[in-house]
């Protein structure tokens, strides 16, 4: 097999395909209500690096922000293929299979909103294309179980966030920074059908061009609304000076019709251009 070009090689390290879309967030406990708590432009990008794999989520709020916190951040995924003693695995945490990488979601008024099961849900599904793969150790730590931390509770909730995809944890070493490390599995032994129930409740998916179409729809129906609310004022406002009109004239006919009623215009008159003479 003749080695790739520094061309060739650099095309395919550059290589990649994207898919944007948006997802509509609601409260969990009011999935029904008409408005989302946040609008999210998803940006999925898949790359080949070398011979490895990336899956990259970057995340961004539409639409209003809250005053703190952070809008954007991205979540990334790494296959690498069995070569030089390594074997075939995959990393859910980071673009990179090699030690360290984090998860975390840095919106933090939409923790508890299943954006994070959404996200991870995706990452599974492409790591289960390479169901042989080993999946790289998960090591949680002391940190996301301090009292109060992001929001408090959070040892509940990402203990539950891992354990809808099928992984489990081993404890760790008491008194140790790692409270807990994923014991070993394949990639084929993830599972998705509990996690895409769980934000399928409360977030609806849409293409970013659905998207887009739809709100172009919405603002030629506002556009619409605003140029017949100007068409009612418009009349109102005729309508308003035809009902004035003949009641001024009505007032004059009576005073030409009244000599009592041109004396004390006359005597106003001169009333006032003996104020400015004195001024």
């Avoid at 967030?25 to 946040?38: F, I």
Wanted: aromatic share 6%.
């Amino acid at each position: 097999m003749h080695p790739l070009s520094d061309g060739l090689r650099a095309a395919c390290q550059g290589a990649s395909n994207s898919d944007d879309r948006v997802i509509e967030v609601r409260h969990p406990k009011h999935p029904d209500s008409h408005e989302p708590v946040a609008l999210l432009l998803i940006q999925r990008t898949e790359q080949q690096v070398s011979q490895d794999r990336r899956l990259t989520l970057k995340v961004r709020r539409i639409g209003e922000h809250p005053l703190f916190g952070c809008n954007q951040f991205s979540w990334s995924a790494c296959y690498s293929p069995a070569g030089y003693g390594t074997p075939e695995r995959i990393k859910l945490t980071d673009g990179q299979c090699s030690p360290g990488g984090d998860i975390i979601l840095r919106m933090i008024d939409l923790l508890g909103h299943r954006v994070g099961t959404y996200l991870m849900a995706e990452i599974v599904a492409w790591a289960k294309q390479w169901p042989t793969a080993e999946v790289m150790r998960i090591k949680l730590s002391w940190e996301d179980e301090k009292d109060g931390a992001w929001g408090g509770s959070n040892k509940e909730r990402r203990d539950r966030f891992y354990e809808q995809f099928g992984i489990a944890f081993s404890p760790g070493t008491p008194g140790g920074s790692i409270t807990a490390t994923s014991k070993p599995m394949r990639a084929g032994e993830l599972v998705t059908e509990d996690a895409e129930q769980a934000w399928r409740s409360n977030i609806r998916e849409r293409s970013a061009v659905d998207a887009i179409a739809d709100h172009q729809r919405e603002i030629a129906e506002l556009a619409q609304q605003v140029q017949n609310l100007e068409s009612e004022a418009l009349l109102r406002r005729h309508a308003c000076l035809s009902t004035t009109r003949p009641a001024a004239g009505q007032v004059l006919v009576r005073m030409a019709a009244s000599p009592y009623s041109w004396g004390i215009v006359g005597a106003g008159a001169v009333a006032l251009s003996l104020a400015k003479a004195v001024g």
